[in-house]
């Protein structure tokens, strides 16, 4: 039996964690897939638990063997997928979840095309402004970095299967709930 591949992306802040970490909690079932990146922790954050943090050269090793299901750069840091662990859990008839960027969404979409891709949205572009700039985790300048390219992001909800707005955190981790077919 195969399980279903679920890709969650959207733009940064729009809620992508906070759905995923309500989903995780209602159905310990799903299994997340934890990428590996390259960015520093941030302050709370385990290696293991939210990513796998690695330097560049052992990143490069990774992608250059082929042991990422997909990978992007962005931010100056480098995120990826392991892909052993993701085909371990389908192949088992796990639901996986993957919460990935849009250019990691494209090449999954090309790598397992049976994958259903779901796009975060913002109820407003104003309101992911508010939540990047309430979360506080990134300064001013970075703030306005993400929400350059979250323009450009929000540009390609179409090419995902599903769009789920995150305007009640709960009621969009339920839709999300709904699509993975685990409730
Ligand atoms: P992402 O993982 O997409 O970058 P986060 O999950 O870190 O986004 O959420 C960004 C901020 O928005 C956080 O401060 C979070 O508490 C807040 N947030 C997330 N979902 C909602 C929601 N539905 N309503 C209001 N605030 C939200
Ligand atoms: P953050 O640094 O805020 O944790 O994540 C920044 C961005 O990287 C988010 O849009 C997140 O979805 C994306 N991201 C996290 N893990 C991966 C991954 O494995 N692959 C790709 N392509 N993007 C990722």
């Given at each position: 039996m195969s399980g279903r591949l679920t890709v969650l992306s959207g733009p940064s802040g729009v809620g992508k964690g906070s759905v995923v970490k309500v989903l995780r909690q209602r159905h310990p079932d799903v299994w997340l897939s934890t990428s590996v990146t390259t960015r520093s922790p941030r302050p709370g954050e385990t290696d293991g638990?939210?990513?796998?943090?690695?330097?560049?050269?052992?990143?490069?090793?990774?992608?250059q063997?082929?042991?990422?299901?997909?990978?992007?750069?962005?931010?100056?840091?480098?995120?990826?997928?392991?892909?052993?662990?993701?085909?371990?859990?389908?192949?088992?008839?796990v639901?996986?979840?993957?919460?990935?960027?849009?250019?990691?969404?494209?090449?999954?979409?090309?790598?397992?095309?049976?994958?259903?891709l779901v796009f975060l949205a913002p109820p407003t572009f104003d309101e992911l402004a508010r939540r990047l700039v309430g979360r506080g985790t990134e300064d001013p300048?970075?703030?306005?970095?993400?929400?350059?390219?979250?323009?450009?992001?929000?540009?390609?909800?179409?090419?995902?299967?599903?769009?789920?707005?995150?305007?009640?955190?709960?009621?969009?981790a339920d839709r999300l709930v709904a699509l993975m077919g685990v409730n």
């Open positions: 638990v939210e990513y796998h943090f690695l330097d560049q050269a052992e990143f490069d090793r990774m992608a063997a082929g042991e990422l299901l997909e990978h992007d750069a962005h931010m100056g840091a480098s995120y990826g997928t392991p892909r052993g662990p993701v085909e371990e859990q389908l192949a088992q008839g639901p996986v979840l993957l919460e990935i960027d849009l250019m990691g969404a494209r090449q999954v979409r090309a790598a397992m095309p049976d994958a259903q300048a970075k703030v306005r970095v993400r929400l350059d390219r979250a323009r450009i992001e929000m540009a390609a909800e179409d090419e995902f299967d599903v769009v789920v707005v995150n305007d009640d955190l709960e009621q969009a």
